[in-house]
Nanobody, 123 residues
């Protein structure tokens, strides 16, 4: 069992940055691939980024590639999402998730989910 708690969301102006964190419980964090998803107002939840269990591999949605960076610290049981050059269309609730599938981009490839953190980007 893995419990995930996101933090770091907030209100920011377009062009600025935020860093989200996702703290995981349990000793098996380092054996899970981790992902970030988001759900904007009136939209379905969508894939943002994923990182392999070791941190050696990452994959991004085209909409965030070059602006967002996913990373993890297995010693701290934490995964991060550094978001730069934020745009109003990045406004969403951001969720982290843990799963056994490497580079998963679909929700059903993840077994555990956090409750989400709100990111609002003003223009």
């Amino acid at each position: 069992q893995v419990q995930l708690v996101e933090s770091g969301g907030g209100l920011v102006q377009a062009g600025n940055s935020l860093r989200l964190s996702c703290a995981a419980s349990g000793r098996t964090f380092s054996t899970y691939a981790m992902g970030w998803f988001r759900q904007g107002p009136g939209k379905e939840r969508e894939f943002v980024a994923t990182i392999s269990w070791s941190g050696g591999g990452t994959y991004y949605a085209d909409s965030v590639k070059g602006r967002f960076t996913i990373s993890r610290d297995n010693a701290k049981n934490t995964v991060y999402l550094q978001m730069n050059s934020l745009k109003p269309e990045d406004t969403a609730v951001y969720y982290c998730a843990a799963g056994r599938v490497a580079y998963g981009v679909y929700e059903d490839e993840y077994d555990y989910w956090g409750q989400g953190t709100q990111v609002t980007v003003s223009s």
